[in-house]
């Protein structure tokens, strides 16, 4: 039997499909679940990374020319720092002396604390070196933006877990080689509405310093997170909030809520806000997705967005003669040495072992304690309607086959174990099947199809090309998304490392 698979029988249209013109392009432009985006310049390249918070590896990278169509590169680290455990959110990366650093949020190991590391590299696209936690402060740390005040080096933080105080934007000053706090902390900015300000980014436009930042809700179904800003002539503040805030909201469009972003400058100073949103309806299952707005001064010295304080997917083109490329399909044939960089995998919850060796992927992991059910290699959907498929190539008493992954206790499992056919649902550890039976062939095709972003349903075929449905209806998956991140598709093995689950290709297909 041929390894190759056929074109889908189905044809799957695109959510929220509408004429574009020439000259504008369509939000998201990092179609991924992949929160607290930050973008910089080095020449007349544009760097982005964001939050990876369970998934590694840690912090994905992308590159563009154009701040529309952007190309993931790799990750700022493929192993996690020694010194960190989990929830690895809302990295920013700065370029200064020739160097790229990048300011990272994860919790200490010893004790679970949330605390602001920072690791350096010759290059956003090279490996980083960590050199460990740089800010400690309270029982949480989080959100770091570094900036430079007239060659003075400032980073600044969201605090919170300070003596009963409220949430504050703290600064501090810092060394000149970007490694060490220098001085006392200081306040910028305290939360005496109780709105939950976070995720800052600083600029200075004619006399004024701003401080643009996110508050409300920033993750989940009830989401409203928003943008606001304040002003100040010193760096340090006093700031002086803005009375039309927030600046920038969803809500009343086709986003939910959007937030939590920085900026980066086009080399004739147009500012481009790059932050997280979620769409309404089923585009929330393709989680917070990176949309680029034009951010502009007004003539009385306050911040608006080009296009309004409502976020819209249709903008104008940043540069002129620039093209969105559609979104693309995803198809390993598992054809190179290593992994494609576009997986990922659930760290907290087992070891991943995986090799590609002539043209077949082997994936095996060891659980962590706990921990039942397996290792999941996994893709960040681009829209809410879309179909994957593998062919599984071996027999043995483990589990391998296809999953919508939530995480190790929310999931949906579609595939083969020993000589049978299995579609199970587990929940908070509760495990349903729904569907089993003989498995029709030794090497055995299996695909879900997604519509509506959580609306499953699951097929199979001996050849690849005539396919049958293992269940009638479609199996609700809303239950799998977790509080910051929604679930993935993906390849998934569950049993013994010595028994792998090997897979010939995957598609998804859009």
């Given at each position: 039997?041929?390894?190759?698979?056929?074109?889908?029988?189905?044809?799957?249209?695109?959510?929220?499909?509408f004429?574009?013109?020439?000259?504008?392009?369509?939000?998201?432009?990092?179609?991924?679940?992949?929160?607290?985006?930050c973008?910089?310049?080095?020449q007349?390249?544009?760097?982005a990374?964001?939050?990876?918070?369970?998934?590694?590896?840690?912090?994905?990278?992308y590159?563009?020319?154009?701040?529309?169509?952007?190309?993931?590169?790799?990750?700022?680290?493929?192993?996690?720092?020694?010194?960190?455990?989990?929830?690895?959110?809302?990295?920013?990366?700065?370029?200064?002396?020739?160097?790229?650093?990048?300011?990272?949020?994860?919790?200490?190991?010893?004790?679970?604390?949330?605390?602001?590391?920072?690791?350096?590299?010759?290059?956003?696209?090279?490996?980083?070196?960590?050199?460990?936690?740089?800010?400690?402060?309270?029982?949480?740390?989080?959100?770091?933006f570094?900036?430079?005040?007239?060659?003075?080096?400032?980073?600044t933080?969201?605090?919170?877990?300070?003596?009963?105080?409220?949430?504050?934007?703290?600064?501090?000053?810092?060394?000149d080689?970007?490694?060490?706090?220098?001085?006392?902390?200081f306040?910028?900015?305290?939360?005496?509405?109780?709105?939950?300000?976070?995720?800052?980014?600083?600029?200075?436009?004619?006399d004024?310093?701003?401080?643009?930042?996110?508050?409300?809700?920033?993750?989940?179904?009830?989401?409203?997170?928003?943008?606001?800003?304040?002003?100040?002539?010193?760096?340090?503040?006093?700031?002086?909030?803005?009375?039309?805030?927030?600046?920038?909201?969803?809500?009343?469009?086709?986003?939910?809520?959007?937030?939590?972003?920085?900026?980066?400058?086009?080399?004739?100073?147009?500012?481009?806000?790059?932050?997280?949103?979620?769409?309404?309806?089923?585009?929330?299952?393709?989680?917070?997705?990176s949309?680029?707005?034009?951010?502009?001064?007004?003539?009385?010295g306050?911040?608006?967005?080009?296009?309004?304080?409502?976020?819209?997917?249709?903008?104008?083109?940043?540069?002129?003669?620039?093209?969105?490329?559609?979104?693309?399909?995803?198809?390993?044939?598992?054809?190179?040495?290593?992994?494609?960089?576009?997986?990922?995998?659930?760290?907290?919850?087992?070891?991943?072992?995986a090799?590609?060796?002539?043209?077949?992927?082997?994936?095996?992991?060891?659980?962590?304690?706990?921990?039942?059910?397996?290792?999941?290699?996994?893709?960040?959907?681009?829209?809410?309607?879309?179909?994957?498929?593998?062919?599984?190539?071996?027999?043995?008493?483990?589990?391998?086959?296809?999953?919508?992954?939530?995480?190790?206790?929310?999931?949906?499992?579609?595939?083969v174990?020993?000589?049978?056919?299995?579609?199970?649902?587990?929940?908070?550890?509760?495990?349903?099947?729904?569907?089993?039976?003989?498995?029709?062939?030794?090497?055995?095709?299996?695909?879900?199809?997604?519509?509506?972003?959580?609306?499953?349903?699951?097929f199979?075929?001996?050849?690849?090309?005539?396919?049958?449905?293992?269940?009638?209806?479609?199996?609700?998956?809303?239950?799998?998304?977790?509080?910051?991140?929604?679930?993935?598709?993906?390849?998934?093995?569950?049993?013994?490392?010595?028994?792998?689950?090997?897979?010939?290709?995957?598609?998804?297909?859009?």
């Amino acid at each position: 039997m041929s390894k190759h698979f056929l074109p889908f029988f189905m044809v799957l249209l695109s959510v929220g499909a509408f004429a574009q013109s020439a000259d504008t392009f369509t939000n998201p432009v990092i179609r991924r679940d992949m929160a607290d985006p930050c973008v910089i310049r080095i020449q007349d390249t544009y760097y982005a990374t964001g939050t990876s918070s369970e998934w590694a590896p840690f912090y994905p990278v992308y590159t563009s020319q154009d701040l529309v169509n952007w190309q993931q590169t790799g990750h700022i680290f493929n192993e996690k720092p020694a010194w960190t455990s989990n929830s690895f959110w809302a990295p920013e990366l700065y370029y200064h002396k020739g160097r790229v650093y990048c300011y990272y949020t994860a919790r200490r190991k010893q004790d679970g604390v949330t605390c602001i590391g920072v690791a350096s590299s010759p290059s956003p696209t090279q490996a980083f070196t960590d050199h460990g936690p740089i800010v400690e402060f309270g029982s949480e740390a989080i959100d770091a933006f570094v900036y430079d005040d007239n060659g003075q080096l400032y980073i600044t933080w969201k605090a919170y877990g300070l003596d009963k105080r409220p949430i504050e934007i703290l600064g501090s000053r810092l060394s000149d080689n970007g490694l060490r706090l220098e001085g006392e902390p200081f306040s910028l900015l305290t939360d005496v509405e109780d709105i939950g300000m976070e995720g800052q980014y600083h600029f200075k436009h004619g006399d004024y310093y701003y401080l643009v930042y996110s508050a409300h809700s920033c993750c989940g179904p009830g989401s409203d997170y928003d943008v606001y800003v304040a002003r100040s002539r010193s760096f340090r503040g006093p700031y002086e909030k803005y009375a039309g805030n927030p600046i920038l909201h969803g809500g009343k469009g086709e986003y939910q809520s959007c937030g939590h972003g920085t900026a980066v400058s086009t080399p004739d100073d147009r500012m481009f806000y790059l932050c997280h949103a979620y769409m309404k309806g089923e585009g929330f299952y393709a989680g917070r997705q990176s949309i680029l707005q034009e951010m502009i001064v007004t003539d009385d010295g306050w911040v608006q967005f080009k296009t309004g304080s409502t976020a819209v997917s249709e903008q104008p083109l940043p540069f002129a003669g620039a093209k969105q490329e559609p979104v693309a399909d995803f198809i390993d044939e598992f054809d190179q040495e290593k992994l494609n960089v576009a997986w990922s995998w659930n760290y907290p919850y087992s070891d991943i072992q995986a090799s590609v060796k002539e043209g077949f992927l082997w994936l095996a992991g060891r659980a962590h304690e706990g921990n039942s059910y397996g290792t999941a290699l996994c893709l960040s959907p681009q829209k809410a309607r879309y179909a994957y498929q593998t062919q599984v190539i071996n027999r043995n008493a483990s589990f391998k086959g296809l999953t919508m992954y939530g995480d190790d206790a929310n999931l949906i499992a579609w595939g083969v174990v020993g000589d049978k056919l299995v579609l199970k649902a587990i929940k908070d550890r509760e495990e349903t099947i729904l569907y089993e039976s003989a498995c029709p062939s030794e090497r055995i095709f299996l695909k879900i199809g997604i519509d509506k972003g959580c609306l499953l349903t699951f097929f199979f075929s001996k050849d690849g090309k005539q396919w049958s449905t293992a269940t009638e209806g479609s199996l609700d998956s809303t239950y799998t998304v977790r509080w910051d991140r929604v679930a993935r598709p993906g390849l998934l093995h569950i049993g013994e490392c010595e028994e792998p689950a090997g897979f010939s290709q995957f598609r998804l297909e859009y």
